[in-house]
Structures are given as C-alpha cells and as structure tokens.
C-alpha cells in the first residue's frame, strides 16, 4: 500500500487519541500522518529463535502461534474507545489513520505495512481500574488499538521488520543493526505465587453454575456461558514477557497474545480474514487431560468427549452461532457436520473450523467509503459468540450480568490485530489474564465454562480449574 496524505476526517465519538512522543506535533482529533516502512531482515539478531525474545521492555506486543506471528513495541498511535460504539470507533480510527499513512512496503505478506494491535471488553457496559481497589471506580477503555513503532514479523521462513514513525524518512531502512541498538531490560522471575478467590470464592460458584442451569431448564434460554477469577499476588513485579515466554514455549498450538496489559495464549481463533477468505475456529465442549496421562488414555478421552451428548450440544450452538454471524458477510462457506478432538497440554475440546469466501460485492458491511468488512469488524460482528455467551445470546448476556458476580473485563473479549488491507487475526482472550496497571505484582486470571441443562456444578467446577492451569503454570506455580 502506497498512499499520498489526506485531509483528516472529522473526529470520532467515542474515541480518543494518544501520540507519543510529543502530543503537541498534532490535534488530538487530527490522527497524524504516519510514515511506514517495511523491509525483509535476514534473521533474528544476537541468535535469538524466538519472537517473542526480541521484545524490549515490560508493555510488549505479540501475536504469535508455532514461532511465527508478529511482535511490536513502543507506541506510534493509540486509540482507547468506550461504550457500545467500542468496535466502529476504534475501526473509523484507524482507517482515518490510514488515509494518512505513506508506506512502503517491499515484503507485502499477512502482518507487513501498517498494524495495529487490539484488545476489547466482553461487555459494554462499562468498566471500572482494577476491582481490587487500588485505583477503583475510574473508568477504563472498552477498547484499545495500539499502533506500535516497531514490528517483527515472521511467516513460512520470511523475517521482516517494519517501523511506524510520524514524521521520520522513508529513506532509512531498517534492518538489524536497528535491532540490536535497541536497550532490552532482563527478564525477571515474578518468584513466589501467591494465589487468592476472585469476586466469587471457588467454593461458592458451583451455586452460580446451579443457577444458570435452573434457568436453562426452565426454558429462559439454552446455554449460558458462566465465567470466574482468582487473583494471583506475585512476590516480585510481574514482567508479562516472563508469561510469553513460557506460554509460547508450552501451548504452541495456541495464539499467545499481549496488548495493553491483557496477556495469555488462546486455543480460539475468532476470525481470520486474509485475502478474501474468513475463517473462525470454534471451541465449545471439554474434557480435562490430567498429569501424566498415557497417548492410549488421551485417546479414550477423546472419544468419550466425541460422544458425550452435554458437549455435542454445547458445541452445536457455538458452531450455529458463529456460521450465523457469518453468512451475510460471505458468498460461500463451509461449516462442518461433525467437530473434531483438539489436544492441549491441560484439556482436549471439541473443535470445529467454519471457514468461508468473504463477498466483496455485497453491500452489507461496507463502510461510507464502499470498503468491504475489514477483520476488525467481522470480529464486532462475531462478538459474543456462543462460545463465550450463550443462546440466545440477548439472553445470556443479561443472565451473566446479573448472576456472574464479577466484571469480565477483557476477557473472553476479541484480542489480536488488523493490517492496513483490513485483513488481521482476531482470537478470544481465553487462557488468559489481566495485569494490574496500579499494582505490578497482581494479576488476575479468568476461566469460564459453557452450561446447558445437563450440566454438573461441581464437574464446571472442576473444568475451570482445568483452563486456569496455563496461567498458574506461566506464572510458575505448580
């Protein structure tokens, strides 16, 4: 993409802007113009083999599955949205940046050129810092795109590195050398974990679940998707690299993320859109894989999972909702008859990939400027799945609300990045937890289970001690 600055749109509601170094160089409702350069690079410097190693200091960037992915630091733009208009803020932002955007770009592959990385709230009804009271009661972003000034990339063999700049020449170009001029901070050990009950103590969620369940089988609605916290107190400051590191290196077959303080590695793909074909991997149904256990054994798991009617029927709303949320966007698609077993290190879940051809000739979807649906927003679209929700989704939204217990945050939110084609990677933030921006030895971690009406309170129970396992280990505990 190549393209000469234009006037700057009007502002947007809802969104703010935040420029770094010098906020002075532009108004505030004036996105600046952002000079991009992206070159291919030969290799990670100083023999570093993973992306995730190159990140410099403590608010590091990163999308990454089976080594290869994208990480970015340092912030050229960030754009923070709020309320219900969270998504279509933050996308009118960004495409108002791109009208200012030169790149020059001698790689043109998925995640070269201009990126921003993106992290949402679940819910949009409005968040408060940090629930553990340090800095309570000051409202916080339902929604943030950070547009780094660097980015490292790497796919099928391929390394480059792009620099977002405001103002800088084109004429440098980037390469290792920039790398390694680059002051990194050591990584740290958080040392001793110190773990604590959330907003609902584990003892007392199993009646949560019950009521969900009471309220499915008096017909309010067929699935509710029922989340919980704990609070985890390191001994030392928490570097979210530390989590990267050991999340990248043990859950490869996941997506490990890190935006705006929301770190974790992801089994559930929302939507990936790239070069005109979407495709959305669904999780829905679970079984926990204990310590030790033998192939043959995981194997018989997986086939008690396959044919256990409770998931089957969990997972067929999850399927239904995301092929639904889907079809008005695409000319074709594939949704598949039956799911497969996916295998983690901590559980198995059944697994399902609707895949499809997005049209670029309807009209729905498009923008003022005839663009077709950018991955940002067929992840708006998306959200809340099924998956992370229920059915009907109104429903269980509101059921959640009123009976969960705690604010969800970000997480089971939409988390990943958008290219400046509109194509971008967006997964649920699963597996996951959020740093306190007040205090850097909290955290708080999240796990959540879909309930139908033959769910078992204390069996949901232990299944989400089964999804909170990738989190306690990232930190180090046993």
């Known amino acids: 993409m190549s393209a000469t600055p234009l006037p700057a749109p009007r502002p947007h509601p809802g969104t703010t802007t935040g420029t770094s170094p010098d906020p002075a160089t532009a108004p505030a409702t004036e996105p600046l113009a952002l000079l991009v350069r992206t070159s291919r690079i ?30 970015g630091w340092g912030e050229a733009l960030r754009f ?74 790497r796919r099928a063999g391929v390394t480059w590195m792009t620099t977002i700049t405001p103002g800088a020449s084109l004429d440098a170009v980037p390469g290792t050398a920039a790398l390694r001029r680059e002051p990194r901070t050591d990584v740290a050990a958080p040392g001793r974990v110190r773990f604590a009950d959330g907003a609902v103590a584990a003892a007392d969620w199993p009646a949560v679940v019950r009521e969900g369940v009471a309220r499915i089988q008096s017909g309010d609605l067929e699935k509710v998707v029922l989340a ?54 669904v999780l829905a149904g679970t079984i926990r894989r204990e310590a030790g256990m033998s192939d043959d054994d995981a194997l018989l798991h997986a086939a008690q999972l396959a044919r256990s009617s409770k998931d089957l029927e969990e997972h067929e709303y999850a399927v239904r909702s995301v092929a639904a949320a889907l079809e008005p966007f695409c000319s074709s698609m594939n949704v598949p008859d039956a799911p497969f077993v996916l295998h983690l290190p901590n559980v198995m ?67 990943g990045w958008v290219g400046a084609d509109g194509d971008g990677e967006w997964g649920i933030a699963l597996r996951s937890a959020e740093l306190s921006a007040a205090d850097p030895r909290h955290v708080r971690l999240f796990a959540g289970c879909g309930i139908v009406a033959a769910s078992d309170p204390e069996a949901e129970l232990a299944e989400s001690e089964a999804k909170l396992v990738p989190m306690r280990w990232a930190l180090g505990a046993d």
């Open 349 to 415: 879940h059944l697994a399902s990939d609707v895949t499809g051809v997005l049209d670029r000739v309807l009209d729905h979807g498009r923008d003022a400027a005839g663009r077709a649906p950018s991955s940002l927003t067929l992840a708006a679209a998306l959200h809340p799945s099924a998956a992370v929700c229920g059915t009907p989704t109104n429903v269980a939204r509101d059921l959640i609300r009123e009976i969960e217990g705690m604010d969800r945050s970000r997480y089971a939110g939409p988390v």
């Open 228 to 281: 919980r916290d704990v609070l985890a107190t390191t001994e030392h400051p928490l570097d979210p690299r530390w989590l990267l590191r050991r999340l990248a290196d043990r859950y490869e077959a996941c997506w490990t993320f890190s935006v705006s303080g929301m770190v974790g590695a992801t089994p559930e793909l929302l939507v990936r859109s790239e070069k005109g074909l979407v495709t959305s991997r």
């Open 42 to 71: 030969d290799d990670l410097p100083g023999g570093l083999t993973a992306l995730v190693d190159l990140l410099p200091d403590t608010r590091p960037l990163s999308w990454v599955r089976r080594g290869d992915g994208i990480v």
């Open 80 to 153: 923070d949205t709020f309320g219900p208009g969270r998504f279509a803020d933050a996308e009118a932002a960004w495409q108002a940046t791109l009208q200012r955007a030169v790149v020059r770009d001698d790689v043109r592959l998925p995640g070269t050129g201009p990126v921003a990385f993106g992290t949402f709230a679940f819910d949009d009804a409005g968040q408060l810092d940090d629930q553990d009271g340090d800095d309570a009661g000051h409202p916080r972003p339902d929604g943030s795109l950070v547009v780094p000034r660097v980015v490292v990339g």
